[in-house]
């Protein structure tokens, strides 16, 4: 078990440059750029969770990162579930997590890049 947590905290300390590696050998392996980058995504949204966790842990020494990333999945899943209902009446739930799973790259990304200027100047400031 110890090995694997030392597996994730390699693979989550960079992980855009896991996105690219896995986008150039599923690019090599299909020859399909478009189902490269949504495998390269889905498994780099795994790497950010923990990646911004840990940053909101060293800027704000809170352990509060990871249940807000989760909150707002959860709220997320739910404006996007009562919307999918109340425009076809039903809800498929796989097409909900895939939807909230991709926009969560891009707002974990977007969190990541802002967390990294942050603790990057603070960490310059207390020098």
């Known amino acids: 078990m110890n090995i694997l947590i030392h597996i994730y905290a390699f693979t989550a300390a960079v992980p855009f440059l896991w996105f690219f590696i896995l986008w150039i050998g599923v690019y090599l392996w299909r020859r399909d750029t478009k189902k490269a980058t949504k495998l390269a995504m889905d498994v780099t949204t795994l790497l950010l969770i923990g990646s911004v966790h840990a940053m909101f842990l060293q800027i704000f020494h809170s352990d509060f990162g990871f249940f807000l990333i989760l909150l707002?999945?959860?709220?997320g899943y739910g404006l996007v579930g009562n919307f999918q209902y109340r425009m076809k009446g039903k809800l498929?739930?796989?097409k909900i997590v895939r939807l909230l799973w991709r926009l969560g790259f891009l707002c974990l990304s977007v969190v990541y890049l802002l967390f990294l200027v942050v603790g990057l100047i603070k960490s310059i400031v207390s020098v």
């Not at 707002?72 to 709220?75: E, G, M, N, T, V």
């Open 92 to 94: 498929d739930h796989v």
């Open 72 to 75: 707002f999945f959860l709220i």
